[in-house]
């Protein structure tokens, strides 16, 4: 039953009334003060730098045209992705999430883009159970799949194969294809498994389970591989962050002064908007400087972090995650760029990363294009999905373990 036009009037006065409000407070203002008086740098309350500025602060615009007309600095480029199907529960016990990775390159590059990694995550409390997990090929050898028996947990099953398939895929294949890549590559995403690094700060059974079980730190240490690896063949990869509800920034400066905003994020869309006259200017891109983050998950992989652990052949600070903000007016959308010490500590290379993705964003309008066709390659739409949990089922010889939720919102069929 939808709502009365009459409750949607009385609602959307409602809404009138909180706008009211929210207008008495300045957003933009307490953003330019953090921005002028707190990130230069950034300090925990234990006095511990977490935000530290690559050169000198500042912010940077470039018309839209002009940078999307200039030549790319990087000749070739590849992109990195993996999709799931979203983890499901059967009535057999058994959770499970199937995770593809692809690499795309532009210039195409068709044989490369037919390759996959394919990864089923699954968890039993069975302790009988015992699956195999060799690799396997198929479709001619572009293909390779596993099974990956998931760490025991008595909650977040589902959390647990999910992140393990989707970041196993993707790290798995980019080693595998790494040779590939001789100008830049770059992820769908962090340069790190912030899903899974997210554990240590979720819950006790979590935490535990990423310091002791080898299952979740070999997929870490696959990301500390990569890093390794580009540095050796001396070609940088670098993480497209396309949203993030990150709030480390924010977090900390709550403890500091007012932070209004919603997420840190929204903090740089409010230090990177450009308006005249209460109009959006949509004619450039604006973006900051080059950090040096050890935030929130990104403190792990700080030079004063443990890295869980996991030996590391470079220097640690090597590691370390840096990036900068790109906001584009034309869509009101913040995307975040990050990419490992190693390959930004040098000016002029952090000028060309900065420039490259700038000319991707002006001239895409959103990802760059190597990151879109990555992501075309590796998802897995609903309907696909459905199909082979319906091919899971019969395999199983049992339906999913469904709720009624499932079926209102038409995840399955109703089934008499």
């Known amino acids: 039953m939808t709502l009365d036009p009459v409750h949607v009037d009385g609602i959307a006065r409602l809404a009138g009334q909180v706008g009211a409000t929210v207008e008495t407070s300045d957003q933009g203002a307490a953003a330019e003060d953090v921005w002028e008086s707190f990130l230069d740098p950034l300090y925990d309350t234990d006095g511990r730098e977490i935000l530290v500025p690559l050169g000198e602060q500042r912010r940077r615009k470039v018309p839209v045209a002009d940078i999307a007309l200039e030549d790319a600095p990087f000749p070739t480029q590849h992109g990195l992705d993996s999709g799931t199907i979203n983890p499901t529960t059967f009535k057999n016990g058994l959770v499970l999430d199937v995770a593809q990775a692809a690499m795309s390159a532009t210039p195409s590059d068709v044989d490369l883009h037919r390759g996959r990694t394919i990864i089923m995550a699954v968890h039993s409390n069975d302790a009988t159970l015992a699956f195999d997990d060799e690799w396997r090929a198929d479709d001619r050898g572009y293909a390779r799949r596993r099974v990956l028996d998931a760490p025991k947990v008595d909650r977040f099953e589902q959390r647990v194969v999910h992140a393990l398939a989707l970041y196993l895929a993707e790290s798995d294949h980019a080693l ?33 389970l990423l310091a002791e079980d080898d299952r979740p730190k070999s997929v870490v240490g696959n990301y500390v591989e990569l890093v390794e690896r580009f540095v050796r063949k001396d070609v940088p990869l670098v993480g497209f962050v396309k949203s993030s509800s990150r709030k480390p920034l924010t977090r900390t400066i709550r403890k500091k002064t007012a932070a209004p905003w919603t997420s840190d994020s929204a903090f740089f869309r409010h230090i990177l908007e450009r308006r005249d006259d209460g109009d959006r200017q949509t004619e ?3 973006c900051t400087n080059w950090f040096r983050s050890r935030a929130g998950t990104d403190g792990m992989m700080a030079a004063d972090g443990d890295a869980l652990d996991i030996d590391r052949e470079l220097e640690p600070e090597a590691y370390e995650v840096t990036f900068f903000v790109v906001y584009d007016p034309r869509t009101d959308l913040v995307f975040r760029v990050e990419a490992p010490y190693a390959f930004t500590k040098e000016p002029e290379r952090r000028e060309r990363l900065t420039r490259q993705l700038l000319h991707d964003v002006a001239a895409e309008q959103g990802p760059p294009l190597a990151v879109a066709k990555a992501d075309e390659l590796a998802s897995i739409d609903r309907q696909g999905s459905e199909e082979l949990t319906r091919r899971i089922e019969r395999e199983f010889e049992t339906d999913r373990d469904a709720s009624y939720n499932d079926l209102r919102w038409g995840a399955i069929e109703e089934k008499f």
């Open 176 to 208: 595998m294809n790494a040779d590939a890549v001789e100008d830049l590559l770059v992820l769908d995403g962090p340069i790190y498994p912030t899903g899974l690094l997210r554990w240590a700060d979720r819950d006790t059974e979590l935490a535990e």
């Open 284 to 286: 450039a891109l604006t």
